[in-house]
């Protein structure tokens, strides 16, 4: 079963993804992103630890933006969370924040056709957690519309491989 979740910030998705998952012997949690930069987010650390103090021990955290190889490593059911974090980290991996879009997004699209490949072939349950964008004001700034618009792009590629899409608005979860 492949599930994609989607919702704003803070909206439950995380806490309900975990849920669709906590039956499981064994999990891999990827976390496919750096972390953020703590000087413009100091309450980082505080919402890791919460996230991980809702874990169970025994599930595998694996902090890799090579979303490919951490799918395919695992044999046991993931828990991605979340594509968000994957989409700021491909492009900063390819200097695409500095770089026309023509210079790179050839190369971006090639590693989300691959990761979703290896969701696919994953025997396992996969449940995919990522942002719902778009639903605000247009950014101001160019990095922020670059952002916004290969997320969306990158969720509905998602989408489109999942058995079960979820929307989830204030805890509450939307079948889609």
């Known amino acids: ?29 990827i976390a496919p992103g ?14 890791v630890a919460q996230h991980r103090e809702r874990r169970p021990e025994h599930w595998r955290t694996v902090e890799t933006a090579d979303l490919e190889r951490a799918i395919a490593m695992s044999d046991s059911t993931i828990l991605i969370d979340c594509l968000g974090t994957w ?11 500095d770089k026309t879009l023509d210079d790179w997004e050839p190369v971006f699209w090639d590693r989300v056709e691959r990761a979703v490949v290896a969701m696919t072939a994953h025997a396992e349950d996969v449940v995919v957690v990522t942002n719902e ?7 101001e700034h160019r990095s922020g519309r670059l952002f916004r618009d290969l997320l ?3 969720n509905q590629r998602f989408a489109m ?6 929307l989830v608005v204030a805890g509450r979860v939307l079948t889609l």
């Open 152 to 154: 969306g792009k990158v």
């Open 1 to 29: 079963m492949r599930t994609l979740i989607t919702g704003g910030v803070r909206s439950g998705k995380s806490f309900h993804a975990e849920s669709l998952v906590v039956a499981a012997t064994d999990v891999t949690y």
């Open 87 to 97: 989409v700021t980290a491909l492009i900063s991996e390819l200097d695409g924040w």
């Open 133 to 139: 964008v778009g639903w605000g004001v247009v950014p």
């Open 161 to 166: 491989e999942c058995d079960q899409v979820l």
């Open 34 to 47: 750096p972390p953020p930069d703590r000087e413009l987010d100091p309450d980082w650390a505080a919402r």
